[in-house]
C-alpha cells in the first residue's frame, strides 16, 4: 500500500487516548521533532482506566523474548530518566521474585536465563532461601523462585505526568473531555477526527484507545482486530505493623497470585481474568472468595488479611498475546497501539519508541515489526 510520507514534521498526528500507550507515543513524536501532535482523551483526566488501576510493577522477566526485550529497555529508562523529565517520579527497585512448582520451574528459568543473556541480572534460589527473606510465603508450594533484583514498584501517576507534561513541553496540545466520535475517512485515507465540539484535520490517527480499540478501529473502517478486554482485581490491606515496605515483589506463576508492600499494606492480585465489556464497571465480590481459597491453600500465613480496599481494572489483550502496533492495513494514516496486555506501564517507553520510531520512518519497517496488524488480516 502505497502511504504518505511522514518525515514532514508539520504531519498533524491525532492520538487517542491518554493511557500510557497514548502518554509515551506523544512524548516520543514531539522527541522526534512532530511539532502538530494533538492528544485527545474522553475523560476529565488521564490514565483514568488501566493506566491508573494496575499493579504498577515493572517486570523485566516475561515468558516473550520481544516483550521482553521492550520491558528491559522500558525498566532501563526508569532507571536513567532524562535530565528534562518534568516530574519527580520514584522507581523502587526492590527487585521480584517469580516462584514456581516443578513443572513450571524450567520455563521461568529459561526466560530468566534469556534475561540475563541481555543483562538483567537473575538468579534461580531454592524455596527455602526465599522463606529465609520474606517469611509470610512459609508454605508455599513452589520449589523455588527466579530473582530479579532491578525489578521494582513506579509511582503511574508521575510516570504519566512526566510523558503528557513533556509531549507539552515539546508542543503537543492536550484535550481531554474530548471524545472521538468519528474519523472522517476519504478514499482509503483517514482526514480528520470528529469530537463532540470540534473537528480536527489528521493526517495521521493513532488509536492508543486501550479497551475501546477496537471500537475506535471501527470508526475508522479499519481491520477488525479481535482484542478482548479481560477485567482484573487488585486488593489492597490495611497497614499492618509486621509488613517490610522493603519486600519485593512476589509473584507465583504456578499458582497464579502475586502480592507486594503497598502503603504499609499488601496489594495483592488472584490473577483473575474474565471476558469484560468495557463500557460496563465492575468490582466482582466473588473475587475475593478466589483471592482468599488460594491464600488459604498457598499462603496460608497471608490468611484473614484486612481488605481496605479494592478495584478492577481492564487488560486489552490479542490473540496471540502480543501486541498490536502497526499501521492498519485497510485505512491509511490509522496507527495501532494497543493489545498491551499487563505491560503497557513497563513497556511504555519502549513500545511509544518502537511506535513513533515506524511513523517518522514511514512505511520501510512495517514488513519487519512482528507486532503489525496485518498477522490478523
Ligand atoms: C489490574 C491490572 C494490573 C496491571 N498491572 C500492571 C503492572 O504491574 N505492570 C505493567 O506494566 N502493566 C500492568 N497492567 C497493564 C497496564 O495497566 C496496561 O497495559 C496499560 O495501562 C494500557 O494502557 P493503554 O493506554 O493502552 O490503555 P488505557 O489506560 O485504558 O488508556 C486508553 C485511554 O483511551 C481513552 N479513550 C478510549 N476511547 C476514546 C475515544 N473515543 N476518544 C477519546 N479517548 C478515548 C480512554 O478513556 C483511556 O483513558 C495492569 C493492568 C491491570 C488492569
Known amino acids: 500500500m502505497d502511504f504518505m510520507d ?6 498533524t498526528v491525532v492520538v487517542v487516548g491518554a493511557g500510557f500507550a497514548g502518554a509515551a507515543i506523544a512524548f516520543h513524536l514531539t522527541r522526534l521533532g512532530m511539532e502538530r501532535v494533538f492528544v485527545l482523551e474522553r475523560e476529565e483526566f488521564p490514565g483514568m482506566h488501566a493506566s491508573g488501576k494496575n499493579a504498577a510493577m515493572i517486570r523485566q522477566v516475561v ?20 535530565l528534562d523529565w518534568p516530574v519527580e517520579t520514584k ?6 521474585f517469580f516462584l514456581a512448582s516443578k513443572k513450571d520451574s524450567e520455563k521461568i528459568q529459561q526466560d530468566g536465563a534469556y534475561a540475563k543473556q541481555c543483562g538483567t541480572l537473575t538468579e534461580w534460589w ?17 520449589s523455588g523462585g527466579l530473582w530479579c533484583p532491578t525489578d521494582g514498584v513506579i509511582d503511574i501517576h508521575s510516570l504519566m505526568q512526566g510523558y503528557l507534561k513533556s509531549a507539552a513541553m515539546n508542543g503537543a496540545e492536550l484535550k481531554f473531555s474530548n471524545a472521538v466520535k468519528n474519523i472522517v475517512v476519504h478514499h482509503g485515507r483517514v482526514c480528520a477526527v470528529q469530537t463532540e465540539s470540534e473537528e480536527i484535520p489528521a493526517d495521521i490517527v493513532i488509536n492508543a484507545a486501550g479497551a475501546w480499540a477496537t471500537e475506535l478501529g471501527r470508526l475508522a473502517g479499519s481491520l477488525n482486530v479481535p482484542l478482548t478486554p479481560c477485567s ?42 474474565e471476558v469484560q465489556d468495557p463500557n460496563i464497571t465492575k468490582n466482582d465480590p466473588l473475587i ?5 481459597e488460594k491464600i488459604s491453600h498457598f499462603y496460608p500465613r497471608l490468611s ?15 490473540p496471540d498475546r502480543q501486541f498490536l502496533v502497526g499501521w492498519d492495513p485497510c485505512v491509511e ?35 519487519t515489526n512482528q507486532f503489525s496488524p496485518s498477522r490478523f488480516r
Open 232 to 273: 482484573r482485581h487488585l486488593f489492597v490491606t490495611k497497614p499492618l505493623d509486621w509488613i517490610k515496605s522493603k519486600w519485593p515483589i512476589v509473584w507465583d506463576i504456578t499458582q497464579e497470585i502475586y502480592f507486594r508492600p503497598e502503603s504499609g499494606g499488601l496489594l495483592l492480585c488472584p490473577c483473575d481474568e
Open 63 to 82: 515468558p516473550n523474548k520481544l516483550i521482553s526485550d521492550l520491558a528491559r529497555g522500558g525498566a532501563a529508562f526508569l532507571r536513567n530518566l532524562p
Open 333 to 367: 494514516g490509522f496507527f495501532w497501539l494497543a493489545g498491551l496486555g499487563g505491560h503497557g506501564v513497563t513497556v511504555s517507553y519502549s513500545v511509544g519508541l518502537l511506535a513513533a520510531s515506524l511513523i517518522v520512518e514511514g512505511n520501510k519497517s512495517q514488513s
Open 304 to 318: 484473614d488479611l484486612p481488605i481496605l480496599r479494592s478495584w478492577s481494572g481492564l487488560r486489552t489483550l490479542t
Open 91 to 96: 522507581f523502587e527497585q526492590n527487585g521480584s
Open 6 to 11: 511522514f518525515k514532514n514534521k508539520q504531519t
Open 288 to 292: 475475593l472468595n478466589m483471592l482468599a
Open 126 to 142: 531454592p524455596i527455602e532461601r526465599i522463606t529465609e527473606f520474606i517469611p509470610i510465603i512459609e508454605g508455599s508450594p513452589a
